[in-house]
Nanobody
Framework: QVQLVESGGGSVQAGGSLRLSCAVS????????MGWFRQAPGKEREGVASIDADGSTRYADDVKGRFTTSKDNAKNTLYLQMNSLKPEDTAMYYC????????????????????WGQGTQVTVSS
């Protein structure tokens, strides 16, 4: 069974940075398609970034140029580097994984991922 465990969340002032980590265990990490999602209070969960098994990345428009996702295959860990944080980035952040590529390029859709972490809270104050 695949397990995902996020860490690295916290509170930061606007303009600051945080790096989230997602430790993966339970299967061949390299073959997974991974995504980062976030959910703010009262809002739907939304896709933030994704990284394919071959390392290709995609980002939501509102985080492009500020967030970077990467993975360390040797450590079985996925990262989300978040810079120039804004109050509107405040949310619970989740990592997700699936064995297959998202259908129709819908990397941002939560239904395309089978495995989920428990989430880590990010709070950005103005």
């Amino acid at each position: 069974q695949v397990q995902l465990v996020e860490s690295g969340g916290g509170s930061v002032q606007a303009g600051g940075s945080l790096r989230l980590s997602c430790a993966v265990s339970g299967y061949t990490y390299r073959t997974y398609y991974m995504g980062w999602f976030r959910q703010a209070p009262g809002k739907e969960r939304e896709g933030v970034a994704s990284i394919d098994a071959d390392g290709s990345t995609r980002y939501a428009d509102d985080v492009k140029g500020r967030f970077t996702t990467s993975k360390d295959n040797a450590k079985n860990t996925l990262y989300l580097q978040m810079n120039s944080l804004k109050p509107e980035d405040t949310a619970m952040y989740y990592c997700a994984a699936d064995l297959r590529r998202a259908r129709g390029g819908r990397w941002y859709s939560e239904v395309e991922y089978k495995y989920w972490g428990q989430g880590t809270q990010v709070t950005v104050s103005s």
